[in-house]
């Protein structure tokens, strides 16, 4: 008969209605709340199976005591008094045997207190070096992809009620449905956080950068943003919708976007159509993890579009240079670069 998890999630017997089991003194109800209790779960039963060679490690140890004590006795009863000696030697008997299970109860009770903290989960992160994308999969058969010079952060296993984990950078995220278990992603010390139960969608937060983008290519999600006094506001985002937020004036704008430009990096493709220079600068400094700086404001107002797949940086420096007459240089690293990441910059000029 299949056993109701539902129904029994509350019982966890505790060290003495075990013990009383393993004695076989329990009455037909405890038996049957212990064995149900086994069997919601193979960490249970371990648990279970644990205790068990406690309580019979004590047992045996109190027939050692007890034989131990009685060739004590049989060796040292022609020398002295034997009623004296029964006497002396049954109350060390009785104190040692109290002693060896008070130390085998403790030592059981401990154990038990002690082991989910034992077994907890570790964290775990994972980072993005310098112009490489990297995969990989969450414990729950998750799926993200991080950008260059991201970081993600999640526990080794999930057993919480949610499952979070903490972005830095940008990651795209093809999440495993589960009602039960909400995938929450966090960013900007918590400042915002995408909760969804199974849904694929794009995330971007830069540490250097005011605002966070999140692209919702199919399902359904949630921007909960932190607002003064602890309070939280919610924004429900539908497919094909970009949620920006800025951190610092706590305003969201959503509008609808071409999702394949939005997260077509994953796959090392880069997708502009009459994007704004400013925004393809963005996107090529996290793309390829550098630095670029305008020296002519002009340049602000050009619109750039194009297609390209796996390039390095030069050939797409190239590119602008051809069709928008921008010139460039690459300042190469000068500092020691053992301490700290170090960026290159990219410095951009109009043409003469």
Known sequence: MEIEKGHISGINPDTTLLFKYFSGMTTEEEGKRVEDWMRISEENEKTVLQTARIFHASQTS?????RNSVEAYKK????????????RLYRISIAAACFVGLLVMSTAISFLLRKSSVLAPQQITVCANRGVRTCLDLPDGSIAYLNSGSTLSYPSSYTEKERKVTLVGEAYFSVKHDPEHPFIVSVSDDRLKVKVLGTEFNVQAYEKEEVVQTTLVSGAVNIIMKEDAGKTSERHLYPSEKAVYDLNDKTLEVMNVDVEGEIVWKDGRLVFKETPLPEVLRRLANFYNVDFKVTDPVLDSYRFTGTFNNRQLPQILDYLRISSRIDYSIKRMEKDDSQSVQREQVVLRKMK
């Open 62 to 66: 109190e027939r050692i005591l007890s």
């Open 76 to 87: 040292v009863q022609k020398r002295i008094d034997k009623r004296n000696k029964r006497i």
